[in-house]
Structures are given as structure tokens and as C-alpha cells.
């Protein structure tokens, strides 16, 4: 029974350790997510910019055969 006790404990511990592990890396992950969204963010923003100023105003004519 006592063998039993010290094995439980044990394995708690070591699931705690796992917990601890596995927070910190969703904790690195979220971050570098929220860093990548932020560059998406600001490229797609850059990208709508460059487009609207490539835009001629080409104006609507009829050709010159018409």
C-alpha cells in the first residue's frame, strides 16, 4: 500500500512538471501568433496602400476606330 501512496505521488509530481512545461510553451506560442498576426496586419495594410496608388485613373474613352 505504501509502495502504491509513494508511486501516486510521484506520478503527480511529474504530471505537474508536464502541466508546467506545456503552459509555458502555449505561453511562447501565443506570443509568437500575436507577433505574426501584428506583421500580417501591417503587411496587408502596406499591400491595400501600394495597391490603391498603382491604380491608374485610366478614363473610359471610346477607341479611336470608333
Known amino acids: 500500500m505504501e509502495v502504491r501512496i509513494t508511486d501516486l505521488e510521484i506520478r503527480f509530481t511529474e504530471q505537474g512538471q508536464t502541466i508546467e512545461e506545456l ?3 502555449i505561453a ?3 506570443k ?3 507577433r505574426i498576426q501584428k ?3 501591417t503587411l ?3 499591400f491595400l496602400t501600394l495597391e490603391e ?3 491608374a485613373d485610366i478614363p473610359v474613352t471610346q477607341p479611336p476606330h470608333w
Open 23 to 25: 503552459s509555458s510553451v
Open 28 to 30: 511562447k506560442q501565443w
Open 32 to 34: 509568437e501568433i500575436d
Open 39 to 41: 506583421k500580417l496586419d
Open 44 to 46: 496587408t495594410e502596406r
Open 53 to 55: 496608388q498603382s491604380q
